[in-house]
């Protein structure tokens, strides 16, 4: 299993691509309850009353006038929700230059063919990769190869990227149509241990059914849904303070979990839930891990 910190992604070390559909919020400009909504510090704000010169954020009495309705499409995928998506047409790149050092990179929620990282000291290009986000794991014959709709993993992770100071990271993902972002996490990995074979992979699903007196369902309203990962991972007995410590120090921050690098299925994005570490062996021990998903 590996975890990744990411990195804080601020404006100061953020460049992308993609576009706003709204415009910013103006002090000079006077709003009403139908007037489109705006865009202030990385979220969009929708106007529930008038108002001219109220900030969105910093006026005493923002919530009289505004309320706010999700982050803006360049920051949906940095948010803490994975169901917020950052979109555009054909591609999305973005470049980060994280504080220290960064190895890694996971993608949750995909919706794209490929994708491409590039990592450079800012002059010269030390790492240029392209991966493909076609899933074959469905295939069962000649049939479906030629003739079944092509599938695409929506989960991406790479790790072992160069170790430079302050690097210069571009995550480019392609796509026909519009491509999509869940989330993204640029960061620095750490290795817990193996995943034991018997990892629950699930999610809850928030979407609303609605019924009759007969339990019929009447309406389906589709909402976002998170997934929710159970771990059992063998860590070598030299290393479990190292774990026990590196867990705690985790506490109450979203990170992403690679359970096993070849099911994306185990790929995940939220806060850790370590149960008690059994010292069951001489040479290793066992620790239970949950992680509550965004």
Same mark, same amino acid.
């Given at each position: 299993?590996?975890?990744?910190?990411?990195?804080?992604?601020?404006?100061?070390?953020?460049?992308?691509?993609?576009?706003?559909?709204?415009?910013?919020?103006?002090?000079?400009?006077?709003?009403?309850?139908?007037?489109?909504?705006?865009?202030?510090?990385?979220?969009?704000?929708?106007?529930?009353?008038?108002?001219?010169?109220?900030?969105?954020?910093?006026?005493?009495?923002?919530?009289?006038?505004?309320?706010?309705?999700?982050?803006?499409?360049?920051?949906?995928?940095?948010?803490?929700?994975?169901?917020?998506?950052?979109?555009?047409?054909?591609?999305?790149?973005?470049?980060?230059?994280?504080?220290?050092?960064?190895?890694?990179?996971?993608?949750?929620?995909?919706?794209?063919?490929?994708?491409?990282?590039?990592?450079?000291?800012?002059?010269?290009?030390?790492?240029?990769?392209?991966?493909?986000?076609?899933?074959?794991?469905?295939?069962?014959?000649?049939?479906?190869?030629?003739?079944?709709?092509?599938?695409?993993?929506?989960?991406?992770?790479?790790?072992?990227?160069?170790?430079?100071?302050?690097?210069?990271?571009?995550?480019?993902?392609?796509?026909?149509?519009?491509?999509?972002?869940?989330?993204?996490?640029? &960061?620095?990995?750490?290795?817990?241990?193996?995943?034991?074979?018997?990892?629950?992979?699930?999610?809850?699903?928030?979407?609303?059914?609605?019924?009759?007196?007969? &339990?019929?369902?009447?309406?389906?309203?589709?909402?976002?849904?998170?997934?929710?990962?159970?771990?059992?991972?063998?860590?070598?007995?030299?290393?479990?303070?190292?774990?026990?410590?590196?867990?705690?120090?985790?506490?109450?921050?979203?990170?992403?979990?690679?359970?096993?690098?070849?099911?994306?299925?185990?790929?995940?994005? &939220?806060?850790?839930?370590? &149960?008690?570490?059994?010292?069951?062996?001489?040479?290793?021990?066992?620790?239970?891990?949950?992680?509550?998903?965004?």
């Amino acid at each position: 299993m590996i975890i990744i910190r990411p990195a804080e992604i601020t404006d100061g070390i953020l460049t992308s691509n993609v576009t706003e559909t709204y415009s910013a919020w103006s002090s000079v400009t006077a709003y009403t309850s139908a007037s489109a909504p705006v865009t202030y510090n990385q979220s969009v704000y929708q106007a529930i009353a008038n108002t001219t010169n109220n900030n969105p954020e910093t006026d005493p009495a923002a919530a009289t006038y505004w309320t706010r309705i999700e982050p803006m499409n360049k920051w949906a995928m940095f948010d803490t929700q994975t169901s917020t998506v950052s979109t555009r047409a054909s591609n999305i790149t973005v470049t980060v230059q994280p504080s220290g050092t960064a190895d890694s990179v996971a993608l949750f929620y995909v919706s794209a063919a490929a994708v491409n990282v590039t990592v450079s000291d800012g002059v010269d290009e030390y790492y240029n990769e392209d991966f493909s986000l076609t899933d074959n794991s469905g295939i069962e014959d000649w049939y479906f190869y030629f003739f079944e709709p092509i599938v695409r993993k929506t989960e991406f992770y790479v790790s072992g990227l160069p170790n430079l100071y302050n690097p210069e990271i571009t995550v480019t993902t392609t796509g026909t149509g519009t491509v999509e972002i869940g989330h993204c996490v640029i &960061g620095f990995s750490r290795e817990l241990g193996d995943t034991a074979y018997g990892a629950q992979v699930g999610f809850t699903d928030y979407s609303k059914i609605e019924v009759d007196a007969l &339990g019929v369902p009447e309406s389906i309203t589709p909402r976002a849904f998170v997934r929710s990962n159970r771990f059992t991972v063998w860590v070598e007995a030299a290393r479990v303070d190292y774990v026990i410590n590196l867990l705690a120090s985790y506490r109450a921050t979203p990170v992403a979990v690679i359970g096993a690098s070849e099911y994306t299925s185990t790929f995940g994005f &939220g806060l850790l839930k370590a &149960g008690y570490m059994a010292i069951s062996y001489p040479s290793h021990s066992v620790i239970d891990i949950e992680l509550q998903g965004f």
